[in-house]
């Protein structure tokens, strides 16, 4: 019987330059699946802050359609502004029949004899009634009773009032996507919240009393 001379034989070492890029495949490899972590680890976060955005934005929600007169309207709105937006300055306006002024309804950080009536022409208030739409400010005002958005209140079409939002708070350099989503809530849900405080009791919210 043939005797195998290669079993048992010591296996020879792999030369230095092999062993040396076989650590430069591991690192590279450990690189990626460090990179895949931190992605993942990110999609994660992101994830979960959209998630709690939109807990925040149902409760917001939900708020506003129980808000059954102007002070609890106001006082939601400060919650939502404050909490959501980053603002302690804010005014909220009924738009006048004739929509030529906006009439003070409550607020927050600002002088409310100052903002009593607003008569309209120009500047963005007016572009937020004429055009339904939200207006932001391209940079930071400087004064205090400087704009930082308007927020129309409709029903519909139909601008009832209007947010306006001045300064924000030092720790939030500017508005964020998730803050024009929460803009489209307040345009239309707070709008009707508006109508429902002027609705007669028991009326309907769109047609009031039969």
């Not at 149902?58 to 506003?64: P, Q, V």
């Not at 739409?133 to 400087?142: G, T």
């Not at 024009?180 to 009031?208: D, I, K, N, W």
Request: charged residues 25%; proline residues 6%; aromatic residues 4%.
């Amino acid at each position: 019987m043939q005797r195998d001379e290669s079993k048992g034989a010591p296996s020879m070492p792999e030369p230095p330059e092999q062993l040396t890029r076989r650590m430069q495949e591991l690192q590279l490899e450990n690189e990626a699946l460090l990179t895949r972590v931190r992605r993942l680890s990110t999609e994660r976060q992101r994830l979960e802050s959209r998630m709690a955005d939109l807990a925040r934005l149902h409760t917001a929600s939900t708020r506003l359609r129980e808000s059954g007169t102007d002070a609890e309207l106001v006082a939601t709105l400060q919650e939502i502004i404050k909490d959501l937006l980053g603002s302690e300055a804010f005014a909220v306006f009924e738009l006048a029949p004739d929509a030529s002024a906006l009439s003070w309804l409550g607020g927050m950080g600002v002088d409310s004899e100052l903002l009593r009536r607003v008569p309209l022409g120009e500047g963005p208030l007016s572009f937020v009634v004429q055009s339904g739409r939200s207006w932001v400010s391209e940079a930071l005002p400087a004064d205090d009773l400087a704009l930082s958005a308007c927020i129309p209140l409709r029903l519909g079409s139909r601008v009832l009032g209007v947010i306006a939002i001045f300064r924000l708070l030092p720790h939030k350099p500017s508005f964020e996507a998730t803050d024009h989503v929460l803009f489209e809530l307040l345009e239309t849900q707070g709008g009707m919240a508006l109508h429902c405080a002027r609705c007669p009791a028991g009326g309907s919210p769109l047609t009031g009393g039969s």
